[in-house]
């Protein structure tokens, strides 16, 4: 036990059997306004309060104007405009009543009697940021688990957040030891006078670490006062240092003080300088487990050990991933456009998709703030580029820690509430699933591609009635294909309190000419709806607002909810997030598609495991308008013969 030297590897194993064994877990958590969060660790996902933005707002300096005025201008043959038709805007500024569009500053040609000339058409909500064009309120804006950066912080504010939970710092007990320890403050030490400037050198390590220290003493070599020493301290932190006296000379006490509060699992590991390590794990009267670390007392010695030993605890203990910051090679997921003559930054999500690191860009734009959060990567498009193809490798800065971008499952395909509930539950486990909203059938083709590990698809094949075979069959790849059950979903109408319109039918939409807003082309909700008109025998053209678009169930209902939209086809829980009335107009599987070798893989395991788990079924439930009775259960389809594809 004493003074026998182990390898690295098999000290690290020891220690953190014995803390598993003993229960060692940290899960005190604590609530902290925007200002004071820097760099500290969400302990649950943050909601959006409000929408960023929340206003319909002019995108640029100009007027505003109604698009459909504007659909004969051309450069030959303005369109002219009186004064009252084109009211000046600013950027920022709220969009006014009855109006849909910008026109830019430059693009206005003065006329007489403040009347204006265009010579090009603009379409409806160009150069306006429409309401929750970054965040939606009810959407995730930073998830569980996330180290807090500046961009974090901002786009928690920009969605109306301004208290976070976040775990708290753990805390640590530091204890020097040495007759010939003397504070750093001496101002003349007499000869065999140490500075103790461990002190200083583990107090900053700690704070380096992610954690706080609560008590800091200094002792002298002696075995009674060390012993009392460390009962203290554990009765007030979660770890405890001795630095000094971890050897086996005349007045080394570290171990044999160690061992009466607990088993000694280390002392000496094969290291140099640094191997008179002593690990040990302890329990207090209240049955808390506490790691106590004996640090050797020469300063390099400190130094490393508490870099190998005590950085990856108070990580561990405090959900904080090591700094890693280095550039590294991705591939592009798809083509990446950037106009000549700027350098342009691009903030994309990389994950490691078949062995390939593959990028995924994010949404451009100035206002999207939480592109700022949501990157891992950041990719750097010269000035003199016009940007890559897809399948282009390039260089990318990493702005998380590699280990965290290599952990990382990338969703693509349907939007669904419910994956950010499994994303948290993931995160426990080290495992961080990012999603990107493109719609189901987009979602399978980027698994064709392998630009994805799984895609969320809820496909209605209206020939058959059945959902996502037809689909995987035809838009994803030629291989077996696991559909992974997430839930049965309830989806219908969803229109403002009281349904005042009186809507319950995609007739009524047709019939009161309700404003309506749609999913892009090819949303499984898109999907559902085209079929459920054809079956009606109602017109796409009779639905006013057919045309205009949305990229998830929040943002719809979100659009009804403040009024700019009668009514739209969403799931329930997103009219419950908004205090909406909801009809229903069918029951729908949806499913995570997957390569069925995948299926073996140990976070795709982790995944079904957690779908599985009668506590996250409630949770997914208790959104409402969710059944997940066969939530984690698996679908093999196999590959249409390639004469048929």
Aim: aromatic residues 4%; contains cysteine.
């Amino acid at each position: 036990m004493f003074l026998h030297d182990v390898p690295l590897e098999t000290a690290r194993a020891r220690f953190e059997l014995a803390l598993e064994s003993a229960g060692a877990r940290f899960e005190r958590t604590e609530t902290l306004a925007l200002d004071d969060a820097l760099d500290r660790v969400t302990a649950q996902a943050v909601i959006a309060r409000l929408s960023s933005p929340h206003y319909h707002a002019c995108a640029m300096d100009g007027i505003a104007v109604v698009a459909a005025r504007t659909a004969a201008a051309r450069e030959t043959a303005p369109v002219e405009l009186g004064a009252g038709e084109a009211p000046v805007v600013d950027t920022g500024d709220p969009l006014p009543d009855g109006f849909d569009a910008v026109v830019p500053i430059e693009q206005v040609e003065p006329r007489p009697n403040g009347r204006v000339a265009l010579r090009a058409a603009v379409a409806p909500f160009e150069h306006v940021r429409a309401i929750g064009e970054d965040v939606v309120a009810g959407e995730v804006v930073v998830p569980a688990l996330r180290r807090l950066g500046p961009a974090d912080l901002a786009a928690c504010a920009a969605a109306g957040v301004e208290r976070i939970d976040v775990i708290a710092r753990p805390r640590v007990a530091l204890i020097t030891t040495g007759d010939e320890l003397v504070d750093v403050a001496t101002a003349a030490p007499p000869p065999g006078a140490i500075l103790d400037s461990n002190a200083v050198l583990l107090r900053a390590c700690v704070r380096t670490y992610g954690g706080e220290v609560v008590d800091a003493s200094r002792v002298r070599d002696d075995e009674r006062s060390l012993t009392e020493a460390v009962g203290h301290a554990m009765s007030l932190a979660d770890v405890v240092i001795v630095n000094a006296g971890s050897s086996a000379g005349r007045d080394d006490y570290t171990a044999r003080v160690f061992a009466r509060f607990g088993e000694v699992v280390v002392h000496g590991v094969a290291i140099r300088p640094g191997h008179p390590l002593v690990l040990a794990v302890a329990r207090t009267e209240s049955g808390r487990a506490i790691p106590l670390l004996g640090i050797p007392g020469y300063p390099v010695s400190a130094a490393i050990c508490a870099d190998l030993f005590l950085r990856p605890l108070l990580e561990r203990f405090g959900h904080r991933d090591a700094a890693d910051a280095r550039e590294v090679e991705v591939e592009l997921t798809r083509k990446l456009f950037s106009p000549l003559g700027e350098d342009e930054y691009v903030r994309a999500v990389a994950a490691r998709v078949d062995g390939r690191l593959v990028a995924t860009p994010l949404r451009r734009g100035a206002g999207v703030i939480t592109s700022l959060s949501r990157a891992n990567v950041l990719i750097t498009v010269p000035r003199l580029s016009e940007g890559a193809r897809a399948g282009a490798r390039v260089v990318a800065r990493a702005l998380r820690p590699l280990a965290q971008i290599e952990r990382t499952l990338l969703a693509v395909g349907s939007h669904d509430v419910a994956l950010d509930l499994l994303a948290g539950r993931l995160a426990a486990d080290g495992i961080e699933l990012v999603s990107a909203h493109v719609g189901s059938i987009a979602g399978l083709v980027a698994l064709r591609e392998r630009s994805a590990h799984l895609a969320g698809t809820h496909v209605l094949d209206p020939a058959s009635g059945t959902y996502n075979d037809v689909a995987v069959r035809r838009y994803g790849p030629a291989e077996p294909v696991a559909l992974v059950r997430l839930a049965e979903r309830e989806q219908g109408l969803v229109v403002a309190p009281g349904n005042p319109l009186g809507i319950t039918t995609l007739r009524d939409v047709a019939r009161t000419r309700a404003r309506y807003v749609n999913r892009q082309p090819d949303a499984g909700t898109r999907i559902l709806l085209d079929a459920l008109l054809a079956r009606d025998g109602i017109a796409p053209e009779t639905i006013v607002g057919y045309d205009r678009l949305e990229f998830s169930h929040l943002a719809v209902a979100q659009l009804v909810a403040n009024g700019n939209a009668d009514a739209g086809l969403a799931i329930r829980a997103a009219a419950r997030a908004f205090g909406l009335d909801f009809t229903t107009v069918a029951w729908e599987p949806y499913d995570l598609a997957m390569p069925a070798a995948a299926l073996d893989q140990p976070r795709i395991a982790r995944l079904i495991a957690t779908l599985l788990d009668p506590a996250f079924r409630a949770d997914v439930e208790a959104l409402g308008g969710y059944d997940c009775t066969n939530a984690g259960s698996v679908r093999v389809v196999e590959p249409q013969p390639v004469e048929a594809r």
